[in-house]
């Protein structure tokens, strides 16, 4: 396998990032890892648990990715509650979303207020480490089925879902962070869970687009990106969502969303219906998502690269990649410790979990 490598960019002119989003394998780059990251199809990095052993650590392999790739996107799934990459050393434990609707049917005032504190906590903390973006807020429905779900919803009520999640999108965007909203157009109804099966829901259009998908549509210009479900909807497409042109189409068009198209994961198992690894990028980028995920699986990560055509991803999509990358400074980690927003998010965080 030859995969070519162009020269990282200058810092004053970054190149287009690419359709691409891979891992790393530990808590410092080796060759193979930087190869990956300066390879022209890489936009992305997205970061897991086994990245992080502190904050001098975190903060010296964003640094160690950027000056490979300045310009590139670092993202990590860190929710809170369960889905929360980084814990120690100073991170704040953050609640589990499900922990905000249920503060919401005792003083929706306050659990609005709560939820732009956790945005602000949250993303002023990674960005004080280096990272770019965290894949959140969940706005999938809280059925009580799932168990890949379960608290990490807000609420079943998709009208309390859009409220939190704007004002945990406000959060975010204080500390100069984008958002994403997940799993278009909703993974909480059914049981299996897209990382180890093929969930399918069999409700009708109507049923899906009234109540898991409204938030998509509820939060219009306040969203910025948008990760599609790795499950089947058949009554609607034969496909799932992150695959289906039907469905990111009406994301497109009827719900006039102009932001960032994720792929999930495309080493889950949920995304097995599409075939390999290069047949579901192929696949998820006719679709109409701008940029594709691979995790957990390096070898898997080099055929992509390899197998991709050159020219994959538009530059209308590296546009939209780009504008998450923050524009605001990010506060150092000691100058956060004495911000009085911060100290103040950090007394509401607190006395949630």
Not at 23 to 37: K, S
Not at 66 to 87: M, N, S, T, W, Y
Request: aromatic share 6%.
């Amino acid at each position: 396998m030859t995969i070519k490598i162009k020269p990282a960019a200058s810092a004053s002119t970054p190149a287009p990032l690419g359709p691409v989003m891979l891992d790393v394998v530990g808590t410092t780059l080796d060759a193979d890892d930087i190869r990956r990251i300066r390879h022209p199809l890489t936009g992305g990095v997205i970061l897991f648990a086994r990245n992080y052993e502190n904050r001098a650590q975190l903060t010296a392999l964003t640094a160690a990715i950027h000056a490979e790739r300045p310009g590139v996107l670092i993202a990590v799934d860190h929710e809170g509650g369960r889905v929360q990459r980084f814990k120690s050393d100073g991170f704040t434990r953050l609640p589990a979303m499900r922990t905000l609707g249920e503060l919401w049917e005792r003083d929706v005032l306050q659990a609005t207020r709560a939820a732009t504190d956790v945005g602000f906590l949250l993303a002023a903390e990674l960005r004080a480490c280096g990272v770019d973006l965290s894949f959140t807020p969940v706005l999938d429905l809280d059925y009580g089925e799932s168990g890949v779900i379960g608290d990490r919803a807000f609420h079943r009520d998709a009208r309390v879902v859009t409220l939190l999640a704007k004002s945990l999108n406000h959060g975010l965007a204080l500390a100069g962070m984008a958002n994403c909203g997940k799993h278009f157009p909703g993974h909480g109804y059914v049981k299996a869970d897209s990382h180890v099966a093929i969930p399918v829901d069999e409700r009708s259009l109507d049923q899906i687009i009234g109540e898991d998908a409204a938030p998509y549509d509820w939060l219009g210009l306040g969203l910025a990106a948008v990760m599609p479900a790795h499950v089947i909807y058949p009554q609607v497409d034969p496909h799932p969502a992150g695959f289906s042109k039907k469905w990111l189409s009406m994301l497109r068009g009827k719900m006039r969303f102009e932001g960032v198209i994720f792929s999930d994961d495309l080493s889950m198992e949920g995304a097995s219906v599409a075939g390999g690894v290069i047949d579901g990028a192929n696949a998820a980028l006719a679709a109409g998502c701008d940029m594709v995920l691979i995790c957990n699986s390096p070898d898997k990560a080099d055929q992509l690269l390899d197998g991709l055509a050159p020219d994959a991803g538009s530059m209308e999509s590296a546009a939209r990649i780009a504008s998450l990358v923050p524009q605001m400074p990010a506060c150092g980690w000691d100058a956060l410790q004495e911000d009085a927003r911060y100290k103040a998010a950090q007394r509401t965080v607190r006395d949630l979990v």
